[in-house]
């Protein structure tokens, strides 16, 4: 199954409530992706905060194009009862 994000709330530090198109909600600490260059504004909590979905690619992103992929987010996380 191809699991795309229909909405993302950041909470607790480097931390994502994910709404996925099954209608489940989950929970992903993100910091074990933030390796390598193209990660590095990630750290910063306030540039953290800034996440949101793109709709056309299912996935949450932050400014200069920095994404990560839904299946991974998924696979990484566990579930939430919001």
Request: glycine share 4%; aromatic share 12%.
């Amino acid at each position: 199954m191809m699991h795309e994000i229909r909405s993302t709330q950041p909470v607790e530090p480097f931390h994502l409530v994910l709404e996925f198109n099954s209608g489940e909600y989950r929970i992903v600490d993100i910091r074990p992706f933030l390796k390598g260059p193209v990660f590095e504004p990630l750290k910063n909590e306030r540039f953290f905060k800034q996440v949101k979905v793109d709709r056309d690619a299912g996935t949450v992103v932050w400014p200069g194009d920095i994404d990560l992929d839904p299946d991974v987010l998924y696979e990484n996380s566990k579930p939430y009862l919001p």
